[in-house]
């Protein structure tokens, strides 16, 4: 970066030059700080090198006179002639020496008329011009033997026109079309990838003389919408290779075989050597890698067409979609389609698996059986004349409404129904577990667990029957998430039992004195709680002749309370008696409690009272001995007075 040149001359009014004058340079629009100073020599001339690059004012000062010269000052002449003229760029760091070449005469630079701004062209280096350009003499570009490169781009990235001086080569790059008769016609050559060079004719592309030959050492491909091959005598096509007809036209039949020569003609696709069952290489192919793939016959016959495997024992027949991974309906990867018949899968093999449907692709693969319009219960229906039906899975999951035996249900949206007709009244689900076991196989089979089953035939009513190898048979469990602390006819709890009665259509309460809940002992009803809220039980009546039952009563109270009183019966004695369970007394938390037998319980209540009652009646008897023998007392002593 050069250094910024000051320098001037000092004279007073007399044109003396001031030697001695202090010259001193200062940032912009700065009196304190100077930058860089000096003082005129003999001759008035002053002069300063600064090599830091910015904007500066001058001072000069001479005893009591004060000058300065101002960056900021602009000046007007009508002619200014310099030998060096300087134009600082605006970031202050380098500077234009603008320097005119030798001439030998005067000569004149005129500026053209421009409308806004512009940049002058200049030689010895690279230029862009924006603006439209007219030349109106002859362009050269380099000397013979010397060329020189010339782009020509176009509006698309990457996309232009190069004459490439050192190859000797006109190049288009990328897919630049070179076009002929007219801009953007259909006459052109281009090359619409590395390696592939297309020529094009907007309709015709005529190609003459006695021979033609075009080489091709990969592979000769004829593209069309139609093709026309006119031959007066036979036409062959012979290759040591692959030999490959193709269509791109777009539409049906692109590609037409057709044999139109009489009745007894056949076209025949024929491999005579080929022996490879190979997926993709068979000894014949017929491969869609896009669309479909149809085979059709108009013949209104059986059999109009007709795929036939006859190899022998062992051959097979596969549909095989290699690829495709639709499971849409009427998009699947492979479909059978019938538009106005039925589709028939008929096996003639006597054995296992004589129709197998079979999905192995992975852990989500389903099979899916699909009515897609029909709306009658059978519109999808698994026919086993003989046989049963078998679902076997890990899972089965089954809709919105299951039925069996049956086809509606009014009163159900989601769920299973199962209906026995006429007077049937085994079992309707049956829950059975392999491990077990309990042979009462009088009743069901010995590995059965749980059954439902009707009451009494035409009666209905349902019958929930366990069945067990223990002690144990039915567990009923109700598991809430709150308590219900009411002791009240709006209580409730984690198991309820609700008892109804019709009401015309409908359901209401039972009459007076219905009974709601029995329990029975085999046939034999021994519980009954009624709709009055009482409980009944069949009961064999103990009588405590040998207890003093009075002191039973007491003695249980004290046992349950843990009371340290002198009890007359202890625990062993309530056991025996048949009042508490045996073994069963004993603490939660602070609290004694024991199995209580509350029917005995009522029994020694009743005995105790009959034995205070037989004691209150002796003691009546005695007392009125004892009021007789008073009043003859009394009698004899007024006698004696």
Known sequence: ???????????????????????????????????????????????????????????????????????????????????????????NTY????????????????????????????????????????????????????GKDVKFFGATSGQYLLWDESADELVLTGDTKLSFHDAAGGENIIASADGHLEVNAGTTLDITAPTVDLNSSTEFNIDTAIYDLNATGAVTIDAAGLTTITGTNNAVGAIYLRANGGTSETLKIHSDQGTSVTEGAESVTILSDAGGVGIRSTANLANAINLTVDGGTTSSMTLFNDQGTGATEGSASIQLLSDVGGINLKSGLNAANAILLTADGGTSETIVLHADQGSGADSIK??????????????????????????????????????HSGSESNEYLTLKGTDVAHGITGQTETDTVMRVKRVGGADGGVTFDGFGKSSYAIRLRGMATADNTAKSTSASAPIELFGYKKEGSDIGDPGTNANLVTIRKGGDVRFIFDAEGSAHADVEWVAYDSYDDVALMKDFQAILTDSKCEARYQLEAMEDAGIVGQDSLHWEGDKLRAMVNFSRLAMIHHGAIGQVSDRLQAYEIELQALRQANDELRTLMAGRD
């Open 1 to 91: 970066m050069a250094d910024q040149e000051f320098a001037g001359f000092l004279y007073n009014n007399a044109g003396t030059a001031i030697s001695g004058a202090t010259v001193h340079l200062y940032s912009r629009n700065d009196t304190a700080t100077s930058v860089a100073n000096t003082t005129t020599n003999s001759s008035g001339y002053w002069t300063i090198s600064h090599g830091t690059q910015g904007q500066f004012d001058v001072e000069i000062t001479s005893g009591t006179s004060v000058r300065r010269i101002k960056y900021d000052t602009s000046v007007q002449y009508t002619a200014l002639e310099v030998a060096d003229f300087r134009i600082r760029n605006p970031g």
């Open 95 to 146: 500077k234009y020496d603008i320097v005119p070449a030798a001439i030998s005469a005067d000569r004149q630079l005129n500026l053209p008329a421009i409308t806004g701004t512009d940049t002058l062209a200049v030689l010895g280096l690279a230029q862009t011009f924006s603006a439209n350009q007219t030349f109106t003499g002859t362009i050269t570009v380099g000397v013979d033997d010397t």
């Open 382 to 419: 698994l026919l086993s004349d003989a046989g049963g039906i078998t679902l076997e899975a890990s899972s089965v999951i089954l809709g919105d409404l299951v039925f069996i035996n049956d086809t509606a249900n009014g009163s159900m949206t989601y769920g299973l129904t199962i209906t």
